[in-house]
């Protein structure tokens, strides 16, 4: 047995703690990357990553996870990419009193004690909260230095079960190695983007590195971040939030990302029956916003596009046709070949195209995108349209017609398993 902490003199005995088997590792990094989350290993008895990590976009095979977790003794991280979320509480006197605040979302989320007493509490978020926490940051990052932690959705990662370090073991207190991580649902209203504690953590020795999650000289620290930004409280609704969520990343996609604007306004309650007159300043705050990534710049052109798109949403934002089949999907008795796959999210892709076969009927193709699917599974894009690959092959599915970005249509495909 491996273990660290060895006695020193006549200095008390430190506890003996149980490395980890390489398989354990390597169990719960291939658990991470089934859910479209990028797997660290750190170096043995460290929170440092075993290897380069930062910007590796593709998830690696299981193969490869296992070769590099059997060549000894090693910890495991989760990169905080994917939508996938982490509140820091260094403090464990301010996750109690977030606790008591907040009891149904700590019983609903992943929670874990760390080596130094703290608690990490994860999830994962949606696009629109995830520019909100973004507006909060003074780094523009979903990444907000707290007086009692941080909380962490991008550019680091976060050591989890069943990692040990030489000073402790990060144990599960509401974790499960094989349960779909958890969504964070309404992150604002959470209390996870809020500071609990009255001193702040943060001390003149030294500040703490969080992409790397060490010890590093000492540097003025970020002004920790006591509240959640202006919009957060209400957030006018999510306005904001909504404006942040469907800013284009290029050209291209301006009247698609015009059409969710109107379908996240339809799902503002304030919003709903609005005449789409009343929205104008919301609009132009967008168009301001996107000007720099799109190419059609003039606000005559974005008004009439937002017009068309109001009149013609059928759907708010998650009340859907396909947001609601994908909840009947996960409620029914899932398919029997979904039995041949051990991964919960491959299983619900499964049930899933099921129910979409359903609707378009006997032998009528569906349109399904990677996008979609991963959105919907809790994945990353990339990794759900692997798998949509890797169900063509199995048989499962049949793909029809193959979407192109240019047109904005996705691919068709027969579902073939029966059920």
Not at 207 to 234: F, G, L
Not at 292 to 308: H, V
């Amino acid at each position: 047995m491996v273990t660290f902490g060895a006695p020193t003199g006549e200095r008390q005995r430190a506890p003996i703690r149980r490395i980890p088997s390489p398989d354990e590792i390597a169990d719960a990094a291939v658990w991470l990357r089934d859910q479209g989350i990028q797997p660290v290993l750190l170096k043995p008895g460290e929170k440092r990553p075993a290897g380069r990590w930062a910007g590796r976009k593709l998830l690696p095979f299981e193969r490869e996870i296992r070769r590099k977790a059997g060549r000894g003794p090693c910890g495991l991280a989760a990169a905080n990419s994917h939508r996938f979320a982490v509140r820091d509480f260094d403090d464990p006197a301010a996750f109690q009193r977030w606790r008591d605040v907040h009891p149904d979302v700590a019983e609903a989320l992943f929670v874990s004690r760390t080596p130094s007493g703290g608690y990490h509490v994860a999830g994962r978020c949606d696009d629109a909260d995830l520019g909100c926490a973004r507006a909060c940051s003074a780094t523009g990052k979903a990444l907000l230095y707290l007086g009692d932690g941080e909380f962490r959705a991008e550019a680091c990662v976060t050591a989890i079960p069943p990692t040990v370090l030489t000073n402790g073991t990060y144990e599960p207190v509401n974790w499960s190695i094989g349960d779909r991580i958890p969504q964070i649902h309404d992150l604002p209203g959470s209390g996870l983007l809020e500071r609990w504690n009255e001193v702040d953590r943060w001390d003149e020795g030294a500040v703490k590195d969080t992409k790397n999650d060490t010890k590093s000289p000492p540097t003025p620290p970020p002004p920790p971040h006591e509240k959640s930004c202006e919009h957060c409280e209400h957030c006018e609704d999510s306005v904001e939030v909504a404006i942040l969520g469907c800013l284009p990343s290029g050209p291209g996609e301006r009247r698609r990302k015009l059409f969710e604007l109107a379908r996240r306004l339809k799902a503002a309650r304030e919003y709903a029956s609005a005449d789409a007159s009343e929205l104008r300043d919301i609009v132009l705050r967008w168009h301001q916003q996107a000007l720099p990534a799109i190419q059609t710049k003039g606000w005559a052109e974005t008004w009439s596009d937002f017009l068309d798109a109001w009149r013609n949403v059928r759907f708010a934002a998650g009340s859907g046709a396909i947001e609601a089949a994908f909840r009947r999907a996960v409620a029914s008795v899932p398919p029997a070949i979904a039995g041949q796959y051990d991964s919960p999210p491959v299983r619900s892709l499964i049930a899933f195209a099921r129910e979409l076969q359903r609707i378009a009927g006997d032998g009528k193709a569906f349109f399904l995108d990677g996008r979609t699917a991963g959105r919907l599974i809790g994945c990353d894009q990339t990794w759900a349209a692997r798998m949509l690959r890797m169900l063509v092959v199995d048989g499962v599915l049949r793909r029809v017609s193959t979407g192109q970005r240019a047109t904005g249509k996705a691919s068709e495909y027969l579902y073939l398993a029966g059920d």
